[in-house]
């Protein structure tokens, strides 16, 4: 397993961007799919955007397609979800995965962040 600690998270006016960052640790980084989830109050937890482990291919939901991209660095062993655009519906906990191949699946992600806050006024 990998241990992953989310940054990054805060309170930005509706238009407005941030830029979320993923440090791994424990296993080799590259070897891993990551993933971004969210979950606002009250809802499951959602797929963001994936990212393959050391080949560009990156996948997204198309509620953040043209606004959110996700990257990696394997030197720093970090993915990053800048998110561009924000909407009050954007608000949720954010959490990173890794997981054994590109996913939109929770279920296929071993480890998980604990999250950060975003959140999103109008």
């Known amino acids: 397993q ?3 600690v989310e940054s ?5 006016q509706a238009g407005g961007s941030l830029t979320l960052s993923c440090a791994a ?3 080799t ?3 891993y799919a990551m993933g971004w989830f969210r979950q606002a109050p009250g809802k499951e937890r959602d797929f963001v955007a994936a990212i393959r482990r050391t080949i560009i291919g990156t996948i997204y939901a198309d509620s953040v397609k043209g606004r ?5 660095d394997n030197a720093k062993n970090t993915v990053y979800l800048r ?4 909407k009050p ?3 949720a906990v954010y959490y990173c995965a890794a997981a054994d191949r590109l996913s939109r699946l929770g ?3 071993h480890s998980w962040g604990q999250g950060t806050q975003v959140t999103v006024s109008s």
């Not at 990054?8 to 930005?12: D, F, K, N, R, W």
């Not at 959110?68 to 990696?72: D, L, V």
């Not at 998110?83 to 924000?86: F, G, H, S, W």
Request: no cysteine; hydrophobic share 30%; aromatic share 10%.
């Open 89 to 91: 519906e954007d608000t």
């Open 2 to 4: 990998v241990q992953l």
């Open 25 to 27: 640790s424990g296993r």
């Open 68 to 72: 959110f991209t996700i990257s990696r």
């Open 29 to 31: 980084f590259s070897d």
């Open 8 to 12: 990054g998270g805060g309170l930005v």
């Open 107 to 109: 279920p296929d992600y």
């Open 83 to 86: 998110m561009n655009n924000l």
